[in-house]
């Protein structure tokens, strides 16, 4: 299968770049695809940590990137992502559902566009993420956010202020009920003493809230981790569980 754009070579596997709704798009392929069609949707910071992307390429998924920009997961960069799945979708025969991949700020993306989209998401693998912009970059909690970031993202989001921003009720932490009602699955990776994004205001608030709306969520805890470094020595448990909720093809 041939994507359009720019071909090279990585890490062993043949990649695309291209456009897409006006922002860079990459597409790696595996060396022998899943009947499925199977893939991977990594939010933020491409290549950073690549264990997991690197061990579904074997396994025959696909791995895709938009370059939204630094953007939260707003509304206008959410969009772009509806254009950017209905293009490997009806383009190239991709799987309806896709498993969302969430580093810190790519929480965000994942998690918004699964709640405007449950039934287009197999699962989410989420990494010390960002599961309420209160905490950061909005620094509201025990962390200490970041400005530039915090009116940057009011500015994304088109708020008039920032007491606008903090009645926002859409944040992760807020918006379960769609992706509970559909089954979505959800494994975090977490470092319990994470001094940017605070376990205790996001994934400690997240995942009690999903199990008590009935949803499936998973916890992997790295005792003392701090927010970096991402990902586990053994990308393993990850892998398992993405794959355990791929779609079988026929």
């Known amino acids: 299968m041939d994507f359009p754009g720019n071909k090279t070579i990585y890490r062993g596997f043949e990649r695309w770049d291209f456009t897409v709704a006006g922002v860079p798009a990459i597409v790696v392929a595996p060396r022998k695809a899943d009947l499925g069609l199977n893939w991977i949707w990594r939010a933020e910071f491409w290549d950073h940590e690549p264990g997991v992307d690197l061990a579904l390429l074997d396994r025959g998924f696909h791995v895709v990137h938009l370059s939204v920009g630094n953007t939260f997961g707003c509304p206008s960069a959410m969009r772009k992502w509806d254009e950017f799945y209905a293009f ?11 498993a969302l991949e969430g580093l810190s700020r790519g929480g ?3 998690y918004n566009w699964a709640a405007d989209n449950p039934e287009k998401v197999s699962c989410i693998y989420a990494d010390n993420p960002v599961c309420d912009f209160k905490s950061w970059p909005g620094g509201k909690g025990v962390g200490p956010g970041s400005v530039v970031d915090w009116q940057k993202l009011i500015s994304d989001y088109n708020f008039a202020s920032e007491a606008e921003a903090l009645r926002w009720p859409l944040n992760p932490i807020d918006n379960l009920a769609p992706l509970a009602r559909a089954g979505v699955p959800v494994l975090h990776v977490c470092g319990d003493a994470d001094e940017v994004v605070p376990y205790q205001e ?6 009690p809230r999903y199990r008590e709306l009935g949803g ?35």
């Open 88 to 98: 490997l979708t009806n383009n190239f025969g991709f799987a309806r559902k896709v």
């Open 108 to 110: 965000l993306y994942c």
């Open 202 to 207: 996001n994934s400690g608030l997240l995942g």
């Open 216 to 250: 499936d969520y998973r916890e992997i805890i790295k005792p003392g981790g701090m927010h970096h470094p991402h990902g586990l020595k053994d990308p393993l448990p990850v892998v398992d569980f993405i794959v355990g909720n791929a779609i079988i093809g026929e």
